[in-house]
């Protein structure tokens, strides 16, 4: 292991920097999901798969919101096991980020500050779930000592 002076390793420098990611992450996500949209003053519920059906009527500029959806939520599957040890596993993983995103979509209708979409729901969880695996991963690494073993 590589120590700096003091005795800090570059695991827990790592593992420092990537949990201070966390807070601009949390603040840009709900900038973009909440706070910079303008009210509708109506609520709208959007019926499932719109997006995927649209899509493949052959409206592309839908793949935009897709992609950008499953990304939003990507960062949070990486950053949810380093941040928080019990969150170890893609599939609990996911059900936060299906529960975020639940809250985002929810949070949008009684606000009037864009639609519910079970589409947004399924593509937010897709990038945690992606994201969980990079992040499982990440998290194996650094919580292990330099022989493989988990520490305690």
Known sequence: MILFSGGISIKKILLILLRL?????VYMVLMITLVL???TY???????????????NG???????????????????????LCFRKADTP????????IVSLLIEVTQLI???????????FHNTLGALIGAFIGCSAAKWIYSDDNGHQKQ
């Open 21 to 25: 990611l966390s807070i601009p992450y």
């Open 37 to 39: 949209r303008k009210p």
């Open 42 to 56: 109506s609520h709208n519920v959007k019926p499932p798969f719109w997006e995927i059906t649209e899509l493949i």
């Open 59 to 81: 409206n592309g500029k839908l793949l935009f919101d897709i992609i950008g959806n499953i990304l939003m939520l990507l960062p949070l599957g990486i950053l949810l096991p």
């Open 91 to 98: 599939k609990k993983i996911a059900l936060i980020g299906f």
């Open 111 to 121: 606000t009037t500050r864009g639609y519910f979409e079970i589409d947004d729901l």
